[in-house]
């Protein structure tokens, strides 16, 4: 059964960091670009980072240049969003989806595999 399934979510004070990790289980993984995306309470959900399967194309929001870094391990199934200096507008529930192309993309409508989310919480 094709599943994403993240973790490393949590409360921590501004500025300092988090690791993010999505873990996929049947083929999804295979072949697939992937992406972070985030939702906060009341607003849509928004594109985050994005990575191509052999990881050599990248694209990031705007938002989160320069202190969010995606990162993928194909020998493990797995996703990473290493994300510093984080701030309280990052506050949000934070998805991991696979693309249907081997892309990256910031569209979301091109992401058909979801996780159940995970929560980051930053405080002032």
């Known amino acids: 059964q094709d599943k994403l399934v993240e973790s490393g979510g949590g409360l921590v004070q501004a500025g300092t960091s988090l690791r993010l990790s999505c873990v996929a289980s049947?083929?999804?993984?295979?072949?697939?670009?992937m992406g972070w995306f985030r939702q906060a309470p009341g607003k849509e959900r928004e594109f985050v980072a994005g990575?191509?399967?052999?990881?050599?194309?990248?694209l990031y929001a705007d938002s989160v240049k320069g202190r969010f870094t995606i990162s993928r391990d194909n020998s493990k199934n797995s996703l990473y969003l290493q994300m510093n200096d984080l701030q309280p507008g990052d506050t949000a529930v934070y998805y991991c989806?696979?693309?249907?192309?081997?892309?990256?993309?910031?569209?979301?409508?091109?992401?058909?595999?979801w996780g159940q989310g995970t929560q980051v919480t930053v405080s002032p």
């Open positions: 990575i191509s399967w052999r990881g050599d194309n990248i």
């Open positions: 049947g083929r999804m993984f295979s072949n697939n670009g």
């Open positions: 989806a696979a693309n249907r192309r081997a892309i990256a993309s910031e569209s979301r409508s091109s992401y058909n595999y």
